[in-house]
Every structure is written in C-alpha cells, then in structure tokens.
C-alpha cells in the first residue's frame, strides 16, 4: 500500500479538503496510473451530497472523479496491454465479477458485482474505492482504456462518463445517417450528443427552453433548434423525429417529446429526474413509440467511442481548473453555470 494525495468530503455538508488516501500495491495485472486530468460529473455532486442515499448511499469520506486520463507509471507482470507513459484512461468502472452473461457480452455496467470508481466496495483493501480526484490510481488492466494521443487531454476526460453516456444509445439505435435525430438539452450530457449525432450523419435538432442557447447550439453541430417551451414550435414538428436523446435530469414534461416521435421512433432517457415521469400510455400507443433509458458503456463500447472520437477529433467543451477551485465549481455545477464540462488539471495537486 501507498499513500496518494487526493481531495475528499468527510460528509454531505463538507467543504472538500485535501489530505491522502490509501492505494494498493500494484498487482500482476494491474495499471498505475498519474492522474492528468479529472472531469467533473454531476454525478460526482449527487454522490458528494448523498442525494441518491435511497439508492447508493455515500460512504465517507468519499473520493469522486470516475472521468479518468492519465500516464501509465507502473504495470503488473501479467499486463500485456499497456506500458509505462501510455496515455490512457478510467471510466465510471474498475472491476466486475468477469463471469455473468453481463460481462461475457461486454456489457460490464450491467453486471451484478462490478465495480464503481468511487463509492463502491473494495476487494482489494476493505471500505470503499477512492476516485479521480487524487494523484494516482490503480486499475486492473481489464479496465484500463487507451486514450488517443491526437485529442486535447482535458477535453477527453469527460468522454469516459458524458460521452460513452450519449454515444451508447446513438450508437446502438442503428445506422442514423440522414435520420431527425432530437437532443433534450444542451449541458455536459447534450452537447455530447450534439457532437456524436452530427458525426453519424444525422440531421440534428436541439430542445432547449433557452433561447440564449441557440448560437451554441449550431456551433456545436446542431441543424436547427426548437424552443421548447414554444407551443407553436412544437406542434410544427411533432411526429417528425426517428430518435430523441433526453438528457434532462430535472422533472419536466417527457410527453411533449413522445409526441414529437414519428411512427416506430424511440426516445431514450439518459438524464435521472429525481421524481418519477408521468409517462401517457396513449402517446406510445398511436405511433407504435418506445420509451427507454441507457447507462454507460461496455469497456469496449468505451474503447470504440475514444477511437470515434479521435477519428473526428471529438472532444467535450471543457473549462479547466485548478483542484483548489473545486468547491466553488460544484456551487456553479448547480446552477449550470459552466460550458459545458470542468475538467481538473490534477497537476494543480502537486503544490499543496
């Protein structure tokens, strides 16, 4: 075991503060990993603030970050994929059981004993696992990602959360090329679908109840953008899209997307609205529409959406900042205040 210097909340209400954390040693097929750069999710502040208590409760003092890339300083005897001074990444998993139907069709984020980056049982030392938000990791290499060394590393980190998170549903709708596709919202999550839709080839349309929002919107790839809170606009495309991607994770109004669909289309939440949507039976009935919701990405789902990503140099709009500022940028996380992802420059973590 290792001492790594890493930034922790000792309780829901806690300021985070610096101090250190316990790593294991490296074992035969394990990576470790200096930590270049961190993104910010909102799940990380859920977790911090032990908001989703009834369903993964916070253990504290609780280390997040599963928005990983950094350098390889270390690799096991047994590692045969990675080398010390690659550059590679960590995602929202660092483990699973590796023998479910789940894991065997790499869809590791459905099996029944992974492993979370943070806040989740840990084999190896007891309590639970530390994340991102430190100088160093180790990772069983099964876990590791290879980070693409053409893309702005700041810009990648989100991509192990934020952009699996939006390419997964795109990706497995099928071939979109010249489909309506529909993003419902443009924050971390949405402008990543803006991005990935528009490089399948799809016709790309943005819901926003921002009209501040539109000039980015098409910046980032959009064909055109529909306020939705304009009823005329609205109704002038409703029954028009193959696919929506709702990203929304307040409660709003799900119906007035399912309307949008047209015959046989699907919309796939990947936002968590805290309360339960009212979901009209009727609205899916007449049109034979579906309703469904994504998680992540297999690891090697993940691993095809960074080579994606690199082919058409895909990164997230990101603003970086130092570790020392990471109070202050969960107060403007809540209030969306942030275009459209923080990403930490952990190298900030050296001067403490």
């Given amino acids: 075991m290792y001492k790594a210097k890493a930034y922790s909340v000792a309780s829901a209400a806690s300021q985070f503060a610096s101090g250190t954390i316990t790593r294991r040693e490296t074992t035969e097929r394990d990576v470790q990993i200096e930590i270049l750069f961190c993104g910010i999710c909102h ?44 550059l590679v990444g960590v995602g929202c998993m660092v483990d699973s059981d590796h023998t479910c139907p789940n ?27 530390y994340g991102g938000y430190s100088e160093s990791i180790v990772v069983d290499e099964r876990f590791v990602l290879r980070v693409p060394t053409n893309l702005n590393l700041a810009g990648v980190a989100p991509l192990l959360c934020a952009g699996i998170t939006t390419y997964s549903p795109i990706r497995r709708w099928g071939d979109i090329k010249g489909k309506k596709i529909g993003v419902v919202g443009l924050g971390g999550l949405g402008h990543m679908g803006v991005k990935f839709a528009r490089a399948f080839g799809a016709h790309v349309v943005v819901f926003t109840t921002s009209p501040n929002k539109k000039e980015d919107a098409i910046r980032l790839g959009a064909h055109e953008v529909i306020i939705s809170t304009n009823a005329a606009e609205m109704k002038k495309q409703a ?22 669909l047209g015959r046989d289309g699907n919309i796939t939440l990947v936002g968590a609205p805290e309360t339960p949507l009212q979901v009209s039976a009727f609205a899916l009935l007449f049109g034979r529409k579906s309703l469904s919701g994504s998680l992540i990405g297999g690891i090697a789902e993940t691993q095809e959406m960074l080579d994606f990503c690199a082919e058409h140099g895909i990164t997230s709009d990101v603003e970086v900042i130092p570790i020392q500022k990471v109070n202050e940028a969960y107060e403007r996380l809540v209030k969306s205040d942030v275009k459209y992802r923080f990403s930490i420059d952990m190298a900030s973590l050296k001067t403490e």
């Fill in 103 to 129: 894991c065997h069709d790499g869809l590791e984020q459905f099996c029944p004993g992974s492993t979370f980056t943070y806040n989740s049982p840990d084999k190896h030392l007891g309590g639970v696992t």
């Fill in 239 to 260: 029954g028009t899209f193959n696919f929506i991607l709702d990203t929304i994770a307040a409660d709003h109004d799900i119906n007035a997307y399912i309307n949008m």
């Fill in 43 to 86: 799940s990380d502040l859920h977790t911090v603030r032990d908001e989703w208590h009834s369903v993964m409760p916070t253990t504290y003092p609780c280390v997040p970050g599963h928005e990983i890339v950094g350098r390889v300083t270390k690799a096991g005897t047994a590692v045969t994929n990675f080398k010390a001074g690659d």
